[in-house]
């Protein structure tokens, strides 16, 4: 019944995203009827995006479909409509994440590889955030200026070779708090993509057939913020640390 409600009597996708946010809320508040219900709905959905992370295909019966729903579920419980663009387009993400997680943990496991990996990428990230840190306390204000100078004009040249520059983005940003919040986490969905990322760089466009698939958003809304979600995949996807700055606060 509820698949219908979702899937079938709304038609848009706008229809769609608002009903689903009413009975998120209704199963995060404590109605264990909806939340089985949204669970079994999505269903599909996890089992693509699961499929989608694993590059092969996930049914009922593989773990990674339990981490799936384990992380829609988180999904659930987490989502905030005033901070997160829609369910769908969070839940990707937090799946998306969990997945990983799980694989790395099963690859420590049974091989002892990624193991390496992962704590060479971890000590990298914290000997990354302790320089970070030292350097902050050791530059100069002149230095932190003419850094955040060369960031500024390396960007610059990184958005002109897709077409773009400050003065289009400061048209085109989203002027609804919403539909910006829509626009950046579909960005830093493309950004940890590897295949989508891959295809912006190629192809100096927005994959909107397969991100059409996943998120919430019309085609016809994704390519009218088609500029801004470039501008910010290529900055999350970019060592810009300064410039990051101004929108950490949106990274989920």
């Known amino acids: 019944m509820l698949l219908s409600i979702i899937h079938g009597i709304f038609k848009t996708k706008t229809k769609q995203k ?19 219900d949204l669970l079994f709905a999505f269903t599909p959905f996890m089992k693509k995006t699961a499929s989608f992370v694993c590059k092969r295909t996930i049914d009922e019966h593989d773990e990674e479909f339990s981490v799936a729903m384990n992380g829609f579920h988180e999904a659930i419980m987490s989502f905030n409509p005033s ?30 590889v990624l193991l390496i990996h992962a704590s060479r990428e971890e000590a990298l990230t914290e000997h990354q955030l302790l320089f970070d840190a030292q350097a902050l306390d050791s530059y100069s204000i002149e230095q932190q200026a003419e850094a955040r100078r060369e960031e500024i004009s390396r960007y610059t ?4 070779e897709f077409g773009l520059s400050f003065e289009d983005l400061a048209k085109v940003a989203p002027k609804h708090e919403d539909a910006r919040k829509t626009a950046f986490q579909t960005a830093q969905i493309i950004a940890e993509t590897e295949e989508f990322y891959e295809f912006l760089i190629k192809y100096k466009r ?18 009218r913020h088609r500029k801004y979600i470039i501008a910010v995949a290529l900055l999350l996807k970019s060592d810009f640390n300064y410039i990051k700055e101004y929108v950490k606060g949106e990274i989920i």
């Open 83 to 112: 901070e997160n663009a829609s369910l769908q387009t969070y839940a990707h993400l937090i799946i998306k994440r969990r997945i990983i997680d799980f694989i790395r943990k099963e690859s420590v496991r049974k091989e002892k």
């Open 18 to 36: 608002q009903i689903t946010t009413e009975l998120a809320q209704m199963a995060k508040a404590g109605n264990e009827e909806v939340l089985n």
């Open 157 to 160: 040249k990184l958005l002109a």
């Open 206 to 223: 927005l994959p909107l057939k397969e991100m059409e698939e996943i998120v919430e958003v019309s085609r016809k809304t994704l390519e």
